[in-house]
């Protein structure tokens, strides 16, 4: 069974970094998808970042991007989010999602798998 473990959130100024981690078990992620949404109250879950596992293929919102990073780690099977010039509007629960697929897609219902979520806060 797929499991996705986040970790890395929490509480942090404006400007600063934050980098989450997902951790991935359970099955054969070459061909999987990976990609990092976030759901702040009151808002739909909007996707920020994705990435092919096996492949160079990344996407990223418009709202994020040249601030946030994302990558993988195949021997360890995580995927990592690196966050910088944090706004407040960054301020969400940021969530892991799975996707059996090879082209990184950007709905929240396309995905597969999903972690438990972990909180950011940006504090201005």
């Known amino acids: 069974q797929v499991q996705l473990v986040e970790s890395g959130g929490g509480l942090v100024q404006a400007g600063g970094s934050l980098r989450l981690s997902c951790a991935a078990s359970g099955g054969t992620f070459s061909r999987y998808v990976m990609g990092w949404f976030r759901q702040a109250p009151g808002k739909e879950r909007e996707i920020v970042a994705a990435?092919?596992?096996?492949?160079?293929?990344?996407y990223y919102a418009d709202s994020v991007k040249g601030r946030f990073t994302i990558s993988r780690d195949n021997a360890k099977n995580t995927v990592y989010l690196q966050m910088n010039s944090l706004k407040p509007e960054d301020t969400a629960v940021y969530y892991c999602a799975a996707d059996r697929t090879v082209v990184p897609q950007r709905g929240a219902d396309q995905y597969d798998y999903w972690g438990q979520g972990t909180q950011v806060t940006v504090f201005s």
């Open positions: 990435l092919a596992w096996s492949g160079p293929i990344t």
